[in-house]
């Protein structure tokens, strides 16, 4: 099973983006949350925050200097899950799992924007939806 976990947004400066986006939402940014990575939370998807190094602002619709995102899908299996969107026709460009199973890899979609696919250790899945362990 796939599921939708992150809408990560590049910027130069997380923590000011993340209080942004916390007052136009009206929600907490999350505990932990720092320099390179900042977080709120909306049920079960979190809006991140992610430092990127010589940002380039967006220019839309300016082709130059495109959109910035990428999603993660939470999955319970990893390698079921590739090879199910290798079938559909995204490509592996990073793998960043360790030894101990968990981590993430890189896929561009069939027209190169990249998501990835993630297993990350503390994930609790419920009816409700994802829980995670007090440390993340």
């Known amino acids: 099973m796939l599921r939708l ?3 990560i947004i590049d910027c130069p400066d ?12 009206g ?6 949350s720092d320099e ?10 979190e809006l991140a925050f992610i430092r990127v ?3 380039r602002a967006p220019q839309w619709p300016d082709r130059e200097h495109p959109k910035q995102f990428h999603l993660d899908f939470e999955v319970d299996d990893i ?7 290798l079938a559909l026709g995204a490509t592996l460009r990073q793998d960043s799992i360790g030894p101990d199973g968990f981590g993430w890899r890189v896929y561009t979609d069939p027209v ?5 696919l993630c297993r ?4 609790t899945w419920t009816e409700q939806g994802p829980t995670w362990s007090e440390s993340d």
Not at 14 to 25: H, N, P
Not at 112 to 116: K, L, S
Not at 120 to 123: A, I, P, Q, T
């Open 5 to 7: 976990t992150d809408f």
């Open 53 to 55: 190094d010589d940002y």
């Open 14 to 25: 997380t923590m000011k983006l993340a209080a942004f986006y916390a007052e136009v939402t």
């Open 120 to 123: 990350n250790n503390g994930v």
């Open 36 to 45: 390179n990575w900042a977080g709120i939370r909306f049920g079960e998807i």
């Open 112 to 116: 190169g924007h990249p998501f990835c």
């Open 79 to 85: 390698e079921a899950e590739q090879s199910r969107v």
């Open 27 to 32: 929600r907490q940014v999350k505990a932990g």
